[in-house]
């Protein structure tokens, strides 16, 4: 993160040593450094045949080491006019694409979100099934995998009864993720013992043990 322009020079040439030390190009590119930034996502469901809705957006701001720990559906406090113009965006990023299936498109979001000029930026799309999209079909009653399958053979948002006028939230849907510590993901490690949360308003998606050691190869 550079500063001031009297950095510039030497973290350029920092970043693109390590560049051609790592990759063989010196070649990088500069983006803006967001500050105290929101984490918002905006899931999609297109059908790649001119159809495309959003299902409202996840606040993923709660995060270690950069892996997202609590994710809440709604955005908590957001102003509506903002909630418009980051889904709006992401369903014409889609269209503009010709994007087909499910996938979120994620931003970066500068300030209150109680702010309905708040500056947002682009950050990424996930072109596939996230971890956190359990909570989105809590508060939206839309079965997003059965979905994704029924696109993905021909099926159009129209067949699945998917306008986006009949697509409301309903309540508030929170997701806590259990993750390993940070260096266990790198040794060897046992689940010794696993009691599932239950009751009303409660959903696990699991598919952990008692006795079952989680492979390393995977994000912790």
Known sequence: ???????????????????????????IFVEEFVAKARHIEVQILCDGKGGAVHLFERDCSVQQ?????????????????????????????????????????????????????????????NPRIQVEHTITEEVTGVDVVQSQLQIAAGSTLDELGLAQDSIRLRGCSMQ??????????HGNGMVTAYSEPAGVGIRVDSSCYSGFCPPTIFDP
């Open 1 to 27: 993160v550079v500063d001031n322009i009297d950095g510039v020079a030497s973290a350029f040439d920092a970043c693109s040593s390590e560049a051609q030390a790592a990759f063989g190009s010196g070649s």
């Open 176 to 185: 806590l993720r259990v993750s390993l510590a940070p260096g266990i993901a």
């Open 65 to 125: 080491r950069n892996q997202k720990l609590v994710e809440v559906s709604p955005a908590q406090g957001i102003h509506p006019d903002l909630r418009l113009k980051l889904t709006n965006d992401a369903v014409r990023l889609a269209k503009a694409c010709a994007y087909l299936n499910a996938g979120t498109v994620e931003f970066l979001v500068s300030g209150d979100l109680s702010d309905p000029q708040a500056v947002y930026t682009f950050l990424e799309v």
